[in-house]
């Protein structure tokens, strides 16, 4: 179907100011949708209260309202602006929860807008979560125990019912507040006394007064389709995420890692086609959602946590993840294309937007927190999401784009760094997830715990735990060893599983410049691969690449004069969006004055991190390893390094 020429001005409500749960990755889909709706004539009318983003830039939309993002404001510009629809998709809970206040209030209907991308009843029935429990049950998925109150009294009641149902003393419990963003006012209660307090909290914080209670799946295996959907029912998957951290942790908390490594194909297959029955179900016509799903590894049941018919964090992580613009598409696709209709930009319209994207590599995102700056907050983690900023990284394979992330996360860390030989100290910091927990599993290892007992203690999938043991394993194989004792062989197996010079030069007693010097007259040096979407079926159109220690590369420099924008890695209290909003500028600027511009980052919220900012991205972390290799290869006359802030 052609797009649609019955609208002429399409409002697009943005996400706001920057909160934890929310942050720039809805700059990034916002842009992307002005971008797609502009191209095809439509006049876009913008509503942000963040100045810090690109999408408020004067050029982004033709109109640009920097006010408070609530249904009284709105209806003001609507009023005045008259758009003929409104896209509520791309600005987060913020921008769903304004669109539904709109429409109750009526404002929608006395303005003849409509609502595009996703309708009222698929936000109530996705966002609800009595009705998405029973709309679950009507397509015959199940999902977790649980019951709806209104009240302390109600609260106990449920608590009650689902306790005679499961057996035991019916703890720990999950409270989760109605219509709030990252679970906040949530937790997980394992007595009577915590259940009180938070559903006592629950109550004040959620705006319908309405709290689900469900049974704990704490320990369980936590997937994430991200799915696409058109209006003649096609249905694609983009990527499927799992979690390394079980249930009970946020998945904005967690280490995530694409495409999910533990799921048999007939696994996968009941994931994929259950979350789009859910699309259908819900009622999502157009657009990009992301559905949530839980398995537990004892017996393999498997229940549907929830489902946002919107972008999300998620979505901007699966974009960069594999190349699929879904903001943009997802624009078009509200606005009457089909997938079939719209080409792929990286394979240079080669294959079509239903064609699923098909990874041939790994990507690890590792969350950045910041409780360094509130030595007082609890730095447990919970069903509330606490981190500030993601670090993501490739790799041929998953322990290298793993110990990548964790070198561009900047907290001073160069891979598996050790933290502690105490054994109480280690085993009560994997029992109880910390934003290092990760760092103490590999002291559990070194320490000669077994891959069993950590398992206990941790429930993270077994072969996670196998891969982070091999990785200690090479670490203690080389320890005291000297640099020039190393083969390249060996050098090069190590760099294989990512290793860092640095981490490389603690182990042997050394300096990283020494470990690069040896390297490079070893003729151990990275190679770069493109992100294609299609694993190498087809060519590709644009230069988005990554390093890994292979045989191949596919980076292929130009000739011309090039500037070299490094970027601000993880967003971080103090260094935020604001720096990705000069090296955009930057990388623009530079490309009027005739030079191709390069960028270098590794934050995969951000517009940097586009394939289409800049004429050649590399999605490496900010370090000096990392940047002198490129440097190298690449032979810019000049790099930008001050606006990726301290980094």
Sequence with gaps: MPKRSDLKSILIIGAGPIIIGQACEFDYSGAQACKALREEGYKVILVNSNPATIMTDPEMADVTYIEPITWQVVEKIIAKERPDAVLPTMGGQTALNCALDLHKNGVLAKYNVEMIGANEKAIEKAEDRLKFKDAMTGIGLHSAKSGIAHSMEEALNVQRRIQLEIGGNGFPMVVRPSFTLGGTGGGIAYNPEEFEEICKR??????????????????????????????????IIVCSI???????????????????????????QLLRNASIAILREIGVDTGGSNVQFSINPKDGRMVVIEMNPRVSRSSALASKATGFPIAKVAAKLAVGYTLDELRNDITGGATPASFEPS???????????????????????????????????????????????????????????ERSTDREEIIQEIGEAGPERILYVGDAFRIGMSLEEIFEETAIDPWFLAQIEQLIQAETAITGRTLDSLSTEELRF????????????????????????????????PVYKRVDTCAAEFATQTAYMYSTYDEECEAEPTNRKKIMVLGGGPNRIGQGIEFDYCCVHAALAMREDGYETIMVNCNPETVSTDYDTSDRLYFEPVTLEDVLEIVDKEKPVGVIVQYGGQT
């Design 242 to 268: 799992e979690n390394l951290d079980p249930m009970g942790i946020h998945t904005g908390d967690s280490i995530t890692v694409a495409p999910a490594q533990t799921l048999t194909d007939k696994e996968y």
């Design 359 to 417: 990874i041939d590599y790994v990507v690890t995102k590792i969350p950045r927190f910041a409780f360094e700056k509130f030595p007082a907050a609890d730095s447990r983690l919970t069903t509330q999401m606490k981190s500030v900023g993601e670090v993501m990284a490739m790799g041929r394979t998953f322990q290298e784009s793993f110990q990548k992330a964790l070198r561009g996360l900047e907290t001073g860390i160069d891979g598996l760094t």
């Design 494 to 525: 190590l760099k294989q599983k990512g290793f860092s010079d640095k981490r490389l030069a603690k182990l042997l007693g050394t300096h990283q410049h020494a470990v690069r010097e040896t390297r490079w007259t070893k003729k151990v040096r």
């Design 202 to 235: 629950g109550l004040d914080l959620s705006p319908t007064k309405e709290l689900l209670i469900e049974e704990s799946l704490i320990g369980w295996k936590e997937f994430e389709m991200e799915v696409v959907r058109d209006r003649a029912d096609n249905c």
